[in-house]
């Protein structure tokens, strides 16, 4: 499980790099935005594999951490822009 929880933590990292690439980081969060997002593509992969693993079985644990990684990776900065364009 050692080996499949750092494939996780790779394909988050690798969803959250082709979010940077996409430009999704929003310009609130700084110069350093990108590292967050990187951050939340790396957690929200390793979770997703996680509860894919529980729920689905070894096999699906991998194809739910890519979805939920892109779901998070693509929500997150949105939520997170909306709000902030709310306050000020």
């Known amino acids: 499980m050692v080996t499949l929880s750092i494939l ?8 959250g ?5 996409a430009r999704l980081r929003p310009s609130r969060w700084g110069p350093s935005g990108w590292r967050i997002l ?3 593509g790396a957690i929200a992969g390793l979770i997703g594999g ?3 693993t529980l729920i ?3 096999f699906f644990g991998t194809a ?3 979805w939920i ?3 998070c990776v693509v929500l997150i900065p949105w939520v997170a822009s909306r ?6």
């Open 8 to 15: 996780w933590i790779l394909l988050g990292t690798a969803i």
């Open 17 to 21: 790099a082709l979010a940077i690439a």
């Open 38 to 40: 990187l951050l939340i």
């Open 50 to 52: 996680w509860l894919g």
């Open 56 to 58: 689905y079985g070894r």
């Open 64 to 66: 739910t951490s890519v």
């Open 69 to 71: 990684a892109v779901l």
């Open 83 to 88: 709000r902030s364009a709310k306050r000020g």
